[in-house]
């Protein structure tokens, strides 16, 4: 019998047990673990040392996985010793180990800043609760990019998802409005959710499998039906609303706008970006894209929406008067980029979608923390209260403008290299109308982003009774990432070496079930 | 033959059906807690969906005997997406349970949990904010 033969494989793996062979899964179990110790311990002291610890060793574990996997190879982690595609599987190449970074580091980074700012907007009683949810939240954005199992990804991405909203709402303490922008959003995210996991469903009755390497190689030797296509329908359309893209982005503005600040500087570093990813894994390791019906969908529906999305979403943001609110319609515009990416459909489009998810990621974390930083110091972060705050507070206000300038692409920044592969990307394809419309929705975010240095530096500063000075706890998390900009603006070794593996390995479509799995059958 | 074509699929009309009449109510209620009823039957269909899939024609349920003695000639259904359902009803659950909080700190603070009511006392805060720091969207607060 296969189960029995089973269960001795398993005794063999934990006769052997060696830390290293299970880095994959030790980069998810951490911060799960850590999530209800914390709240089990129930000291409000050992909250954070412990979140941040946990945060901070599952980033040490993507940077080995990375390391492990940027020359191309594939790690293939057997949970529990049941042997993929009946066993769960994670499946760890260079695209999730990138991301897995991202995600981790952000936490990581954040996390520091989290504490003291979250002790300033939310109420003692909540701070156990707040750091264990930022854990599970972590741990499912985690576990939905390390995962090689397609119901799997459901799973952890409504792991990520409730607690997402439980932190969304926490900004009730300073706003109601933020319990309506969790409600919506808990609407919203869970109709993409079930979106999802009706593709799945679509996609498990089609082929019979869950594993993501193995209904790639089902697919690819039945070709399509209607069923798949449904499937890719569905999912497309479910990512496409965790992701924010374009007409499925409604959401996003006001949960930005009424999180903690702490929270929307993590979410929209890496919820976002992670969502990105599924689609790309899906588009281009699940789906082949030599499916016609993938390349329609891909070209003639993303492609529309991306445009419109780099250009009204950066439009309106051009309006606001209000940091936080123009910083997340610059974020869809963002989003609106990476689509354009997949949109593209060579390589050299993915590896911009991925570079852009990573530079944009720390980029979107450095501004969100600085609107934070204003939003203690001024009470909001509208512009007439933030007004001459470049004098005031110079070191802030000056990574608010090197981490806008990365936004909007000036050469030697973070934001830069993403673009500047984007238009080759577009070039690639011999649609230089797209390069051109890169170039312009940029001087839109010229204009925004000069808007706001133009509130810190050009007005007079509105002085205020015993004004808040934000803690090194805050400002050095907040450099660490304005110093990320320039520092992958200028060497992009990591970044670009990463996502170019990446976008080879998810273009080579499936690897197969045999080349990763040694003691499969 | 159309009767095949309704009564062969019939699990996928009943999917459709519970699936858009679910969705009908999260979109057309104002009432926050008859959205969440809404979202709660979109999801039930979903979970029908995939056990229906399960199903193998003439297969029994998939319970091995006790005493482990498997007779090869027996046919069970697949208990796979029952398996995931199970998963999938614990989300729906927790989903269901967040919402309900949710909707009880709304009431707490807002004092309704209609939907008008609670834009236009959006709108209302949004429109006192906007008067205090000015509002360069040229008094568009649909977007509060």
Redesign the interface.
């Known amino acids: 019998m296969r189960w029995a033969g089973d269960t001795v494989a398993t005794e063999a793996v934990h006769t052997t047990f060696q830390m290293a062979d299970h880095l994959p899964v030790l980069s998810v179990l951490v911060p799960f673990i850590a999530a209800p110790l914390i709240v089990l311990l129930g000291g409000r002291a050992l909250a954070w040392p412990l979140a941040f610890l946990a945060s901070a060793a599952s980033c040490l574990i993507s940077f080995a996985l990375l390391m492990q996997v940027i020359d191309g190879s594939v790690i293939s982690y057997h949970l529990g010793g049941w042997a993929p595609p009946l066993g769960i599987e994670y499946r760890i190449d260079a695209a999730n180990a990138f991301v897995l970074l991202l995600v981790s580091g952000i936490s990581t980074v954040v996390l520091p800043y989290a504490k003291a700012s979250v002790a300033q907007e939310i109420p003692a009683k909540h701070h156990t609760l707040f750091y264990s949810c930022y854990l599970l939240c972590l741990t499912g954005l985690l576990g939905v990019v390390a995962t090689g199992d397609a119901f799997n990804v459901f799973v952890f991405l409504e792991i990520s998802s409730l607690s997402t909203y439980v932190l969304i709402a926490l900004g009730a303490h300073k706003d109601k409005r933020a319990l309506t922008a969790a409600y919506d959003y808990l609407i919203m995210g869970t109709i993409g959710a079930t979106f999802f996991v009706i593709g799945i469903g679509f996609l498990y009755m089609a082929t019979g499998t869950l594993n993501m390497a193995d209904l790639a190689e089902r697919i690819a030797d039945k070709g399509a039906n209607r069923t798949v296509k449904a499937a890719f329908a569905f999912i497309i359309v479910g990512m496409g609303l965790k992701v924010a893209m374009y007409p499925l982005h409604l959401w996003l503005p006001r949960a930005y706008v009424f999180a903690p600040s702490a929270v929307t500087a993590f979410l929209a570093a890496t919820a976002t970006k992670v969502a990105v990813y599924v689609m790309l894994r899906f588009a281009f390791s699940v789906f082949q894209p030599a499916f016609v019906f993938e390349v329609n969908t891909l070209e003639f529906i993303l492609i529309p929406f991306a445009l419109l999305a780099m250009f009204a979403a950066s439009f309106i943001a051009a309006f606001q008067s209000n940091l936080k609110r123009l910083l997340a319609y610059s974020s869809l515009a963002q989003i609106g980029y990476m689509m354009l990416g997949i949109g593209l459909l060579n390589e050299t489009g993915v590896t911009a979608t991925l570079v852009h998810l990573f530079n944009h990621g720390i980029t979107k974390a450095a501004l969100f923390m600085a609107a934070g930083i204003f939003i203690l110091r001024c009470g909001s972060s509208f512009f007439d209260d933030i007004r001459g705050l470049g004098k005031v507070m110079p070191w802030t206000s000056a990574a608010v403008v090197i981490a806008g300038l990365s936004l909007i692409g000036v050469p030697g920044t973070a934001g830069f290299v993403s673009k500047w592969v984007l238009v080759q990307g577009a070039l690639e394809r011999g649609w230089w109308w797209i390069a051109v419309l890169i170039v312009a929705s940029s001087l839109l975010a010229v204009i925004y982003v000069w808007r706001v240095v133009e509130v810190l530096y050009l007005a007079e500063h509105k002085a205020r009774a015993n004004p808040f000075n934000p803690p090194l706890m805050m400002t050095v998390p907040l450099w660490i990432m304005a110093l990320a900009c320039i520092f992958f603006g200028l060497n992009t070794d990591l970044t670009m070496g990463a996502a170019s593996v990446a976008a080879e390995g998810l273009f080579a479509g499936s690897t197969g079930l045999e080349t990763g799995a040694g003691d499969g059958h | 033959m159309t009767s095949d074509f309704f009564f062969g699929h019939l699990n996928y009309w009943l999917f459709i059906i519970l699936m858009m009449t679910g ?1 009908y109510i ?1 979109v057309a209620k104002g009432n ?1 807690v008859k ?1 969440i009823v809404g ?1 709660n039957i ?2 039930t269909s ?1 979970f029908m ?2 056990i229906s ?1 399960g199903n193998v024609t003439g297969g029994t349920a998939p319970i091995f005997p006790l005493d482990m003695k498997i007779d090869p000639d027996v046919l069970y259904s697949n208990p ?2 029952h398996v ?1 359902i199970l ?2 009803i614990v ?1 729906g659950v ?2 269901t349970a ?2 309900l909080a ?2 009880v ?2 009431r707490e ?2 004092g309704t949990i209609e939907e008008d009511a ?1 834009l236009e006392l ?1 709108h209302e ?1 949004s429109r006192k ?2 008067d ?7 008094g568009r607060h649909s ?2």
Do not use: S
Not at chain 2, 132 to 138: E, K, T
């Open positions: 969705l999260v926050l959205k979202l979109f999801q979903v969906f995939y899939i796979l997406p995931l998963t999938a989300v927790a989903t967040l919402g949710l909707i700190r709304i603070e807002f609670l959006e805060i904010v906007n205090q720091h000015g509002d360069a969207m040229g977007g509060d």
